[in-house]
């Protein structure tokens, strides 16, 4: 049975002690290993975690077609779409940072509110502005940054959650939430923009945004007062920056160690972004670029199911072991990128790509949770999900070029390097990570 993640020094008697997870093991669940999950949290927690995270899948393509549609303007739209990525990129740190010192609570309600402000703010602006220059456009920019920036981190922070709760426990049962909070971001970031699109089409382009907001203020709101918050709140015991990397708890020694997983999920974000381009440009050849998304979507479903078989990987199986052999896996399919000639071969590439990017994604965020300061837990987890983000918009504007300059088949270069850059990190964190591996053994055998 896992303990209580209140320290044990702090026993006097507190107002909202935190909830012990249910781990009474009564037999095989029909989840298989996914059966712990609702065990620990609750199947409420599962369902507000994985649908409170859509409305950040829809803030950029909603953004993106509300503007272009209102202002019949492909760069005004862009730019649109670019402001709230960056300013979700440097918001998600800022949110991690109020979360590790002032609790997910507060932190998660009050962006909720300031998010949903935000969103109808770009909608007042679009719809009302006549001509989108000058000034017009500068606050259709402002409330679009203020979207990306205040929009509430479901996915890190859930994450910090299930760290919480395992805390102390069986390592399998961590690797098996990361596996279904990859598949639930890959989920979401296929659905997302899938949403925007049929909404906008069938109904009204501000739709999207309106209903983002709606999930906003409502199951952010939800998730945010969740009994699993008892858990992410509560202070870290001393001991626990300890416990993973032994000699390497001190903040010198740790910070090169947290880069190693950022500039990972930078790679994976310019993978991300480099892929989404290339495919826009190679649907274009046959004339139908529109349907880049569903050839995007193809990668994500084929990386959700992947994400989720590492729960069942065999716990010898190291966590920068498992780097390097998805990764290298990556490199391998991404450098087939610029082979097919026919949509249906690049779908079947895809497929194959997509088996290899899930387990990348899990086993990052893996490493980044095993290298994290305990009450730095959602700065660390915020970070990487920036680090996809910044990526995303490295790799969108190279591919861009490349496609734009010599043609589609220069742009899937970019996509490779990103995953051949994931391997060599990968083989450089097995290195840095090998003497913390040696000061467990060591320590074990003592």
């Known amino acids: 049975m896992y303990k209580n993640p209140t320290p044990a020094s702090a026993e006097s008697p507190s107002p909202e002690p935190s909830p012990t997870p249910r781990l009474d ?37 909603g953004a993106l077609t509300l503007v272009t549609t209102a202002s019949d303007s492909y760069a005004a739209g862009g730019f649109a779409a670019g402001a709230v990525g960056i300013g979700s990129a440097l918001g998600a740190p800022v949110l991690g940072v109020l979360a590790d010192r002032r609790g997910q609570r507060i932190v ?23 001509r989108f220059t000058g000034g017009a456009l500068a606050l259709v920019l402002a409330a679009a940054f203020a979207m990306g920036f205040t929009c509430p981190q479901i996915g890190p922070l859930a994450r910090v959650r299930w760290m919480a709760m395992t805390r102390g426990g069986n390592r399998s049962d961590l690797d098996t939430a990361l596996s279904y909070e990859g598949t639930a971001d890959e989920l979401t970031f296929v659905l997302g923009p899938a949403l925007v699109g049929l909404l906008a089409a069938a109904i009204a382009p501000w739709l999207p945004l309106a209903l983002a907001a709606a999930l906003t203020i409502t199951l952010v709101s939800a998730f945010a007062v969740h009994r699993t918050v008892a858990f992410s709140d509560a ?5 626990d920056d300890d416990v993973a990397l032994g000699e390497h708890t001190s903040p010198r020694r740790r910070t090169p160690l947290v880069l190693l997983p950022v500039a990972g999920m930078i790679a994976m974000g310019t993978f991300f972004g480099s892929t989404q381009t290339f495919l826009t440009a190679f649907t274009g050849h046959f004339g139908s670029a529109e349907s880049s998304g ?37 490199a391998v399919a991404a450098a087939a990128l610029a082979l ?60 861009g070029t490349l496609a734009e ?13 990103a995953a051949g850059v994931l391997l060599l990190l990968g083989v450089v964190s097995a290195v840095a990570l090998r003497p913390a ?10």
């Open 108 to 130: 998660l309600l009050v962006s909720a509110v300031l998010n949903t402000l935000a969103i109808a703010g770009l909608l007042v602006v679009t719809l009302t502005s006549a």
């Open 294 to 330: 569903l050839l995007y979507a193809v990668m994500g479903l084929s990386s959700a199911v992947a994400a989720l078989s590492v729960a069942y990987w065999s716990p010898r199986f190291s966590h920068t072991g498992r780097w390097i052999a998805s990764a290298a896996g990556m």
């Open 437 to 446: 591996r040696i000061t467990q053994a060591a320590q074990g055998t003592a």
């Open 25 to 61: 093991r009564p037999g095989r669940s029909r989840l298989g290993r996914f059966g712990v999950l609702p065990r620990l949290a609750g199947t409420s927690f599962l369902v507000l975690g994985l649908f409170a995270r859509l409305p950040l899948a829809m803030l950029t393509v």
């Open 340 to 399: 097919p000639a026919s949509i249906a071969a690049m779908v079947l590439v895809l497929l194959v790509l997509g088996i290899f990017v899930g387990p990348t994604m899990v086993t990052i965020f893996s490493i980044g949770s095993d290298v994290a300061p305990a009450h730095r837990l959602g700065t660390v987890m915020t970070l990487l999900a920036s680090g996809i983000v910044a990526g995303t918009a490295i790799g969108s504007a190279l591919a």
């Open 405 to 417: 300059s010599t043609g589609a088949a220069a742009a899937a270069v970019v996509p490779a390097s």
């Open 235 to 239: 202070a870290p015991a001393p001991a």
